[in-house]
């Protein structure tokens, strides 16, 4: 009997279970119950056991070579411990061990049940296990990784043990695949972790390998695929690449610390020999130089020219009365852009044919500016709302994106972080400089008007004794409200294009021409980077190593954000407020025919019982430009007030690192990077050069409080009274 309970222990068929773990009936009248129910415990481990040498008998002839890992894993440790257990117990009984033979003459099956006890769970587990992988036909590296890794979180020792193992085995094979990926820039035929273009394939990466890692492994990889396949003159050293897979054989993605700093540290080597040996300083500052004129506006006449041809392209498509002609498509834009290079600087930049432009809404109609009243503004932004405030849909009226195509090796230097950043710093400054001409316009259109009423008027301003009064007053008032936008954007626009972007950009040049200043404080950050430096043959003073390149870069980027105030969400939710006023009032004495005063023959009717009464249409347009000129000053004292309040409590500086956000939903993207962006840890010296950025913004006060018309009281008076008073309210 004993030796017939061993071999179906073993894995051997016994007539005593002829189907399950269940004990055939002939046998039951000769056994106690307790006796019963030890064999049919017995009889389930050895069916579980089975069970599992089956499943591991079929998955072993997977495509899969990471389930083929798994299941030789397992039948080593089947046999290493289980098999080990049965012969063991089987040499005891041979050798009459008093511990399970009991005076030296029988076997207790409640012995041997309990020999055997320590597997009921774990077989149980790998059971279920192994039903689970052969419910999915096919595997990838990771899902399963997650799921053993899940498995493994268990309070039972011996199944944590086992899947545990199970797990390493699999992320083993894994490991050898990145590493090939990693250090030879090879993928395997089947199961490859990357498509040929080198972008992760869904599923063969764990869950558990942060954002920022993979972005790393695909900048590696890449980068090094890309060196062998161009045949570049310089490859990578053969001493490096294999202390690179060394130190990938130390560290599992389920370490998630330890990998993350691994594989940051062979980026960042990687990257100083990339920086030394394949980009170029030329390279770098061609594109910097090329954005910044294009993205941060420099290039003055060719943005100039663009807002143009974007507002002639909204007009000849309003005004085509066709179904499909009417509509804004990609390649309209993408044209507009080529059209506005004409006769400027830009004519013969190379770099202009980077540039395109992104509609995530797809093509759209283009829509009038909205006449939509908006006094409920300012109650709006003092709310303290928590949507992150966007300027990429003032440009067309919907959301538009510029975008630059980097191309190898470039694309090492800039990562897609760094161009959402440029992308988000043109909305912005696109619209503020739209914003700025579409008032300049109607300061024209409001003189051009005035200088031909005055040819038939003279000094005043016409019509009749009941309504001249009101129309000097309405003039007055339109002529204010003008008066104070322009000198609004006047003032933030040549702070922002003087005091930050043209300031930033030179420093950023200085940095890149002589980069001794911040090396100091980045070298030796980072581990390995000693080797790098010293195959560095170069004057000292003049060699930028590549972690000082996107230290400065990343530097130049948080400095202009915090410069702009875009880094605070508190004056971006005042800022587009006061862009769409203005929008709106532009809008508005365009529809009047540019003139805030009606024609003198406009109004005023002979008709009997007609409403159209002398001054009716005076007094309607004085309500529409006081509410205009309330909502401006509403939201100008906030923005004072605001600006005021972040020079004394809100830090310059954020908690990330701008290079590094991930990326988020793509309708806010270009937004809610500003939030993530900052300059160093706390261990660091903090942002460098803070000082001079609240400078910066301390000089934007003063310009706007050059005569005191914010920090003084001002006594205030409602429309009403001045209309009906005559209270001059400039």
């Known amino acids: 009997m004993i030796a017939e309970v061993l ?59 990471y389930v083929c890992a798994l299941c030789a894993t397992l039948n ?61 036909k096919h595997w990838h590296p990771g899902p399963l990784i997650d799921m053993l890794l899940a498995r493994s979180k268990t309070g039972v020792y011996r199944i944590a043990d086992i899947i545990s193992r199970l797990s390493v085995a699999v992320q083993r094979v894994w490991r050898s695949q990145l590493s090939a990926f990693l250090v030879h820039g090879t993928l395997a035929s089947s199961d490859p972790l990357a498509s040929e273009d080198f972008a992760l394939l869904d599923g063969t990466i764990p869950s558990c390998v942060s954002p920022q890692t993979k972005e790393s492994i695909v900048y590696v990889g890449r980068a090094i695929a890309t060196i062998k396949a161009k045949r570049w003159q310089n490859q990578l050293p053969r001493e490096q690449a294999l202390e690179y897979a060394n130190l990938l054989e130390t560290v599992f993605p389920e370490d998630q610390y330890k990998f993350d700093l691994v594989i940051s540290q062979i980026r960042t080597n990687v990257s100083e020999w990339l920086w ?22 420099r290039n003055g006449e060719f943005s100039l020219a663009l807002i143009r041809e974007i507002e002639r392209l909204k007009m000849s498509r309003l005004t085509t009365r066709s179904g499909a002609a009417s509509m804004i498509r990609e390649q309209d834009l993408n044209l507009a852009l080529l059209r506005a290079s004409l006769g400027t600087t830009a004519q013969h930049d190379p770099s202009l044919l980077h540039l395109h432009f992104e509609l995530p809404s797809g093509p759209l109609r283009p829509l009038l500016p909205s006449l939509a009243n908006s006094k409920a503004l300012s109650s709006s932004v003092a709310s303290n709302s928590p949507e992150v405030t966007s300027f990429d849909d003032l440009l067309l009226g919907t959301n ?44 024209t259109s409001l003189s051009n008007a005035q200088r031909a009423r005055r040819r038939w008027t003279g000094l005043g301003e016409g019509g009749t004794a009941e309504d001249l009064e009101a129309r000097r007053e309405l003039l007055r008032c339109g002529w204010g409200v003008v008066r104070d936008m322009g000198w609004f954007f006047d003032t933030l626009l040549g702070y922002i294009m003087v005091d930050v972007v043209d300031v930033e950009f030179r420093r950023l040049k200085d940095l890149l021409g002589n980069p001794s200043r911040g090396r100091a404080e980045n070298m030796g950050k980072h581990p390995g980077s000693q080797n790098i430096t010293s195959q560095v043959s170069t004057d000292p003073s003049t060699y930028l190593d590549f972690t000082t390149l996107r230290n400065i870069h990343t530097t130049y980027l948080e400095r202009l954000l915090t410069g702009c105030l875009l880094s605070n969400p508190a004056l971006t939710a005042i800022l587009r407020p006061i862009f769409e006023v203005c929008e709106r009032f532009v809008a508005q004495v365009e529809r009047w025919g540019g003139d805030v005063l009606p024609a003198l023959l406009f109004e005023g009717s002979l008709a009997p019982g007609g409403d159209d009464k002398v001054g009716a249409m005076v007094q309607e347009r004085f309500q529409v430009v006081s509410d205009i000129n309330e909502s401006l000053r509403k939201l100008l004292d906030l923005f004072y007030e605001q600006l005021s309040l972040s020079t004394s409590q809100q830090p310059f500086t954020a908690t990330g690192d701008a290079s590094k956000s991930i990326l988020m939903n793509a309708s806010v993207a270009n937004a809610t990077t500003f939030q993530r962006t900052s300059i160093r840890g706390k261990g660091s010296k903090g942002f460098e050069g803070e000082g001079e950025v609240r400078r910066h913004v301390e000089r934007l006060l003063l310009r706007l409080d050059f005569n005191g018309a914010f920090s003084k009281p001002r006594a205030g008076a409602s429309k009403q009274n001045q209309w009906e008073d005559g209270i001059d309210i400039f």
């Open 276 to 297: 030394l040996n394949v980009l170029t300083r030329k390279d770098v500052e061609d594109a910097v130089i090329s954005l910044a004129s294009y993205f941060l506006l």
């Open 76 to 136: 080593q440790i089947l046999k290493d411990e289980y098999e080990k257990l049965v012969v063991d117990t089987e040499a005891k009984v041979l050798k009459r061990d008093p511990d399970l033979v009991a005076n030296g003459s029988f076997v207790p099956l409640s012995a041997v049940r309990a020999t055997f006890a320590e597997w009921d769970s774990p077989l149980m587990a790998l059971e279920t296990l192994m039903n689970q992988l052969q419910a999915q």
């Open 7 to 65: 071999l179906v222990l073993a894995g051997h068929s016994s007539s005593l279970f002829p189907t399950d773990h269940n004990l055939h009936p002939a046998f039951r009248p000769l056994l106690h119950p307790g006796e019963e129910q030890c064999l049919e415990a017995l009889g389930l481990i050895a069916s579980r056991y089975r069970n599992i040498k089956k499943a591991c008998a079929t998955l072993s002839r997977s495509k899969s070579r």
């Open 400 to 443: 538009l994106i510029l975008s630059y195509n980097v191309t190898w090796p470039l694309d090492l230097f800039l990562h897609p972080s760094d161009l959402q950043i440029y992308a988000a710093l043109f909305n912005y400054l696109s619209s503020l400089r739209k914003t700025h001409t579409q008032i300049h316009t109607c300061w």
